[in-house]
């Protein structure tokens, strides 16, 4: 049995959440998501929204973020292999800019809630469920991100491990690192 626990990373407010695992002869049983847990190691993550995305091996959908009202979330892959990558967008944060990686797989069932702030992103390493946790809605009209390998960022996907890229028009199209920084008053 695995209980909840909840490590800082480098990154402030970027925590790995380890969910409530129970596994018996017929599966597992997981909890990813206790208000009151939450809340008694500290973090305060009201639910607003719950979305899951399926994607092939290869996909990457990153490097995304709410201009304004962004979006705390609590991602977890479901099934699957994920290499999810956060960066800090804060520009008063020590860490502005920094990215962080994880490796996120149904099996380890490690969850990462994302402050607001963070752009946020993945490439699937197998095909995958990802769910999504939000205590903030979706607004269609601040829905933006940066493109996923601006070199600026200089995030280190793993694509040797896929044999290739798969990305939506939307995310192929989206502004370099520099363009953001142009029109960015901060989060
Ligand atoms: C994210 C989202 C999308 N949509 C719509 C918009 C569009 O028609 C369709 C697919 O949206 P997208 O192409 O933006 O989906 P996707 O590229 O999977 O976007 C997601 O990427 C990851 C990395 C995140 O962190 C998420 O917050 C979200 O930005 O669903 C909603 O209605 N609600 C939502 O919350």
Redesign the pocket.
């Known amino acids: 049995m695995k209980k909840f626990a909840f490590s800082q990373t480098e990154i402030e407010g970027l925590i790995i959440v380890q969910p409530f695992v129970s596994e018996d002869l017929r599966g597992s049983f997981v909890k990813d998501y206790s208000k009151e847990v939450f809340e008694a190691n500290g973090l305060e993550h009201d639910l607003m929204?719950v979305?899951y995305?399926y994607s092939k091996k290869g996909v990457v959908?990153?490097l995304?973020f709410q201009r304004v009202k962004q979006?705390p979330?609590l991602v977890r892959c479901v099934s699957g292999k994920i290499y999810d990558v956060v960066v800090d967008l804060r520009k008063d944060s020590p860490t502005f800019k920094k990215w962080l990686s994880f490796t996120l797989t149904g099996e380890n069932t490690q969850e990462l809630l994302i402050p607001k702030g963070c752009g946020?992103?993945?490439l699937v390493l197998e095909d995958s469920v990802v769910s999504?946790k939000c205590s903030e809605k979706?607004y269609?009209e601040y829905?933006d991100g940066i493109l996923w390998n601006d070199p600026d960022i200089g995030v280190d996907w793993p694509t040797e491990k896929v044999e290739k890229v798969i990305l939506?028009e939307?995310?192929m199209a989206l502004q370099s690192f520099r363009q953001f920084m142009d029109q960015y008053q901060g989060f």
């Open positions: 929204e979305f995305t959908r990153a995304h979006q979330k946020h992103g993945y999504y979706f269609g829905d939506s939307k995310d």
